[in-house]
């Protein structure tokens, strides 16, 4: 079973961060279907010093949303370090650091996988965050390197500051998300390094989960856009006997988010998510085309009422 230093978590398949989605009301229904982790959107560190308030909100944490790691971007080590010092990070079990991001507005700013071209400077970023977190592990997540692969050599380096495990995407910084994932740097980076490895890319099934296993002999999975409005992917790859009913995942994620969002915020998440939570099922078509004119909280029952009946 995969252990992030003081933590052994029930599953090595867990849930990536992803922008605009992974917010509590997916952690929770990913939970539900048995992932092992599930980790917050990607969270400025400068943005929750500073108080940011939309920052502040993607950390909301319901009681059963655990275990959970929050991940966070930046530059700076001593930002890392007193950042953890705010009582909004105290439930999180896992505190991760985000070296792979590619997105022009990150790299930018030296953040993301900009720090991959920086690894002394990363190496001080995990230091630090390391001697804030406690007892708790700080994981990071790369890319197989900038515009080469270089991810074996910097994996060493963060090992050396105290990293706890290590996610690998398999595509370098100016692949973005395009191509197929190169699975051999992962497993490049688990031979490279002592700590556990988890390997991240093109899983969308409980084949492609074995897959990346056998390959790269990796020690954990991480699952992105294959999880989304597809949470039961996490119970598929455990092998466990869950029924599905799509109707109440989606009641489950709107309620939650309802309870901690105004109504305009929630609507706008929850029509990002029908749009995926819509696939396979008959009618989607013209689902989405409703899903994107939804304006109210019972035009969004209405919708889910729809997707009941489609999916029987």
């Not at 994996?155 to 190169?182: C, N, P, W």
Request: charged fraction near 25%; glycine fraction near 8%; include cysteine.
């Amino acid at each position: 079973m995969l252990k992030i230093k003081n933590l052994t978590l029930s599953s090595d398949a867990v849930s990536a961060p992803l922008a605009g989605l992974s917010d509590l009301g997916f952690r929770h229904v990913a939970l539900s279907y048995g992932a092992g982790l599930v980790y917050t959107e990607m969270i400025s560190v400068k943005g929750l010093l500073y108080g940011n308030k939309e920052t502040e909100n993607m950390l909301k944490f319901p009681s059963q949303d655990t275990p959970t790691a929050v991940q966070l971007f930046g530059n700076e080590p001593k930002l890392f370090y007193e950042v953890l010092k705010n009582p909004l990070l105290d439930n999180f079990a896992v505190i991760d650091i985000n070296m792979g991001c590619p997105v022009p507005k990150v790299v930018k700013n030296g953040e993301g996988s900009a720090l991959m071209k920086e690894p002394n400077l990363a190496k001080e970023i995990v230091s630090a965050t390391v001697e804030g977190a406690g007892d708790r592990g700080v994981t990071v997540k790369i890319r197989s390197g900038w515009e080469n692969v270089t991810a074996p050599e910097f994996a060493q380096k963060m090992e050396e500051a105290g990293a706890s495990a290590i996610t690998v995407h398999g595509r370098l910084r100016k692949d973005f998300y395009a191509g197929q994932a190169d699975y051999s740097v992962i497993k490049a980076v688990k031979e490279a390094v002592s700590i556990p490895v988890i390997g991240n890319g093109d899983v969308r099934s409980k084949q492609d989960y074995d897959r990346i296993k056998e390959e790269t002999l990796c020690d954990g999975v991480m699952i992105g856009r294959g999880a989304v409005g597809n949470q039961k992917i996490f119970a598929e790859i455990k092998g466990l006997d869950i029924l599905v009913d799509r109707g109440r995942d989606i009641r489950n994620h709107f309620s939650l988010l309802l309870n901690r969002y105004p109504e305009k915020v929630v609507i706008n998440l929850m029509k990002a998510h029908l749009m995926y939570y819509v696939k396979g099922i008959k009618g989607a078509t013209d689902l989405r085309r409703a899903i994107a004119f939804l304006s109210t909280e019972e035009e969004i029952y209405s919708i889910i009422d729809r997707i009941d009946k489609e999916s029987l």
